[in-house]
DNA sequence: ATGTGC
């Protein structure tokens, strides 16, 4: 089965939840796609298969480009892609690959009672977490870092430091991906204005799909691996999506604006100025790679905090604030990894690092199952946790959601706020302090299928379905 | 995603 697009893509289907996009043209490797038919984006459309075969002309690029079942239209890279050059030949760093919320993931949080103990309280918990999350455009964080040390600290050990000044439990570290701080960040690589809207957001959720939801596990697909996990039917647990704020934001605006001036210096040339890139080991590259370090250790950092904030509101709500770290993970980073023989810049943009049993970045006790993978779905519709597989095809990758299907422009004219609240509400689903514009934006009716895109994901062979959690409540900005 | 737009 072979689809022409009215750009000349031509999509050749390999298997049932694999496609390939042919090579053609400035591209060096072909692109993959792996999805189904239902969920395959339509080319006449969408521009997302576009851009992988954009990404796919960048220098060093190496194997393939892939989207994952939940790719969708992003800037430069199409979010939902994973790319990877090889960094000893000439391979480059493109900060449109990792996006603007740089290091924006998931943290899940499990808390020690199941739902029926719950639930009589959960006005309560809702009102508490309504309080302790700051949230929204701009506005309030957790802890206002006093001078540069404190958070120079921040952009240096990320959810480390966090726990280093009493903001959490040493043993969180233990299940953050990177034991929650990257090595090699450059604090010194962060701009002033970057700096400057870092100090105000230093635990702080943000608004459009960023929120915190109160969940319980439904289903369970695989015993054994749920059993490691922690996951039991009827656990209460808490999912955290948010990212690196305004920092993150700036640091990237800056670095694709120097890019852009620096390429013609490398003889690069990119089909979309919105790829603006450069080599690894050139000044601009480096400079990123340590930045974008320092942005993914302020995520970190922030999802620690409002992890603990989460700690707080239990206590004060439900009497006992026994939350455990399941796993805490980003789906915007570039990460320097060998694969094989070679050492390559994996981009992974709207796509979730997914490390296979047995691999040493695992802590001990997750090392025979391998790693959670933690897929938020949209608004009131779920979220999954999967696990990491062995032979995964696209640098050990998984989708990261369920994928945006429209615009957030045209999602408003879908629906209302009030319907959406109503219908919520008749789903047994308390929110808290959404803004009636944040809501329609993310109204489901603008996702994909959350259980389609899993299942996508999982008959790819990019990870293994362990559970289905189902929320109560919500909170966004 | 984002002090939402050069």
Redesign the pocket.
């Known amino acids: 089965m072979v689809v022409k697009a009215a750009a000349s893509l031509e999509l050749v289907q390999e298997t049932p939840y694999r496609w390939r996009i042919e090579r053609q043209g400035a591209m060096r490797v072909p692109g993959v796609v792996f999805t189904t038919r239902e969920l395959l984006p339509d080319l006449s459309a969408d521009q997302s298969l576009a851009q992988v075969a954009a990404v796919a002309t960048l220098p060093g690029v190496v194997e393939a480009v892939y989207a994952m079942p939940d790719v969708h239209w992003g ?1 430069g890279f199409p979010i939902g892609g994973v790319a990877a050059t090889d960094v000893d030949r000439g391979g480059v760093v493109s900060p449109g690959g990792v996006g ?2 740089i290091s ?1 993931g998931v943290r899940l949080l499990l808390a020690g009672l199941h739902l029926d103990r719950l639930r009589p309280r959960l006005t309560a918990l809702m009102d508490a977490l309504a309080d302790a999350i700051p949230r929204g ?2 506005r309030g964080a957790v802890w206002r870092p006093r001078g540069t040390a404190e958070l120079e600290g921040i952009l240096a050990g990320g959810a480390r430091y966090a726990v280093e000044r009493g903001h959490g439990e040493p043993a969180d570290l233990d299940r953050c991906e990177d034991r929650g701080a990257l090595a090699d960040a450059d604090p010194g690589a962060v701009g002033a ?1 970057a700096r ?2 870092g100090l105000e ?1 230093v635990g702080s959720l ?5 929120f915190l939801e109160v969940e319980a596990v439904t289903e369970v697909y695989d015993e054994r691996i749920a059993q490691t996990y922690g996951l039991w039917p009827g656990r209460v647990c808490v999912m955290i999506h ?2 690196s ?2 920092l993150g ?2 640091i990237c605006t800056d670095f694709v604006r120097r890019m852009e001036t620096a390429m013609d210096r490398y003889g690069i040339s990119v089909p979309d100025r919105q790829l603006a890139c450069a080599p690894v080991f050139s000044a601009e590259g480096g400079a990123y790679m340590g930045a974008m370090a320092a942005a993914a250790n302020y995520g970190r950092a922030n999802r620690q905090l409002l992890g603990q904030a989460t700690r707080h509101a239990f206590d004060r709500a439900v009497g006992h604030g026994d939350l455990t770290v399941l796993y805490d993970v980003s789906h915007n980073l570039a990460k320097i990894e060998t694969h094989g023989s070679r050492r390559l810049c994996v981009h992974r943009k709207g796509a979730t690092l997914a490390l296979p049993p047995g691999h040493e970045d695992l802590p001990p006790d997750l090392r025979p199952v391998g790693q959670p993978v933690l897929v938020p779905g949209s608004m009131g519709a779920g979220s999954y946790v999967l696990a990491g597989v062995p032979d995964s095809p696209a640098f050990a990758s998984a989708c990261h959601g369920a994928g945006r299907r429209l615009s ?1 422009h045209q999602a408003v004219k879908t629906t209302t706020a009030a319907r959406l609240r109503a219908e919520l509400q008749a789903a047994g689903i308390v929110v808290r302090g959404a803004s009636a ?1 944040g809501l329609t934006e ?1 109204t489901p009716e603008a996702y994909k299928d959350v259980d389609a895109v899993v299942d996508a994901c999982e008959g790819a062979g990019l990870a293994r379905k362990v559970a289905r959690l189902a929320p109560v409540g919500v909170v966004k ?1």
Request: hydrophobic fraction near 10%; glycine fraction near 24%.
């Open positions: 800037y603007f919320d924006c455009m701009g204005r400057e809207r957001q943000g608004s459009g799909n960023h948010t990212g704020r305004g934001h700036q957030r514009r993310e900005g």
